[in-house]
């Protein structure tokens, strides 16, 4: 048998614990070969941080692509996250297309917006890109905020399960055949993820920790890929990424100092015996 590799696109924050430096290591811990594509690399990540840097990579990654046609390096699942301008996505589409192997999964977190507002670098030529990119994905990972700009839904703080109905109905209209949609929680104090799969949904309900913390979005999806290429299914990978977030945010919540990440490896043993339970 042949292991499983990952590709994963995303930006690098050089300092803040969020994207590629909380895919690779994450997904390496699962176990699983991961190769990256850094989409930018800027000097921390843009939430919270004022005057960070940010060098584009777009010219790059179809040069990436080529050559790795040449060598002939395929993946079983592309996975992307925060990439960082519109024009980019057609290349990372195209990587989609040329470098899986057959039956390769591409995943998809938008990593866009939060808390009812798009992040600073993003406008709504980027959501009509990122809408083309959910099109093409096999499963994708939006919160609420992402799903309303992907779907045109009213943003809600509050709201009953009709609602989240509607916009799962709107979200897999995109493409996806799997949504997973996460921060959704009907009671105080609890939140959760829905899994919708072959219309069916099912939904991981767990304790709401309230202090917001950045990074989580990409410590989430970075945990259900890494679990699902491990074979569990979408509902066991939903659920082990919402355990280990959960854990990550509680390791940090007592250091003020520590506002712009998680202490993601603190936690990571446990993160392995998730993935090694059966
Ligand atoms: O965690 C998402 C993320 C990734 N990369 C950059 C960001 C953010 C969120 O703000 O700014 C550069």
Redesign the pocket.
Known sequence: MTDKRVLTI??I?CF?Q??LT?ALPIISACGIETAVIPS?V?S?????FTG?T?RDLAEDIPKIRDHWKEVGVKFDAVYT??L?TPEMIADVISIMDDLGTEGSLNIVDP?MA?GGVL???FDMVYVEEMKKLCAKADIILPNITEACMLTGMEYKEEYDEAYIDELLAKLSALGAETVILTGVGYKPGRTGVVVFENKEKSYYEHRRIEKGC?????VYASTFVGALINGKDAFTSAKIAADYTVRCIEITKGDTEHWYGVKFEKAMPELISAIHAE
């Open positions: 995303q930006d924050s803040g969020c994207s909380v930018a800027l921390t990540h843009t939430g919270g960070f940010c996250g925060y960082g990593a939060d992040y600073p670098a950045h990074g989580t979005g990409d």
